[in-house]
């Protein structure tokens, strides 16, 4: 699975290698059911990329508060070790 691959898509595609691999009963009717359920429609794109956007921005604000969170442990920890040593 590649890495930028969503997880509506990678099911997407895991039905089409499945209904491509079924054997039916009559092999010389050409399935075409795949061909309307590998394509998104623009309004499913612009929801996926607004999802991954606010993912971005609520993991940026975490990523934040985590460094902010380091930054103030290492001064504390220095001013620990620079009063009682």
Known sequence: MPEN???ASY????KVQESSTKKTVNDDIE???FETIDE???AQ???AETLAEERRKSLGKRLN???VGLLIAIVIVYL????VG
């Open 5 to 7: 691959e969503t997880r």
């Open 11 to 14: 099911k997407k595609n895991k």
């Open 31 to 33: 399935d075409t059911s």
């Open 40 to 42: 998104d429609s623009p």
């Open 45 to 47: 794109r612009y929801n």
């Open 65 to 67: 508060w985590t460094i």
């Open 80 to 83: 620990i070790l620079f009063f």
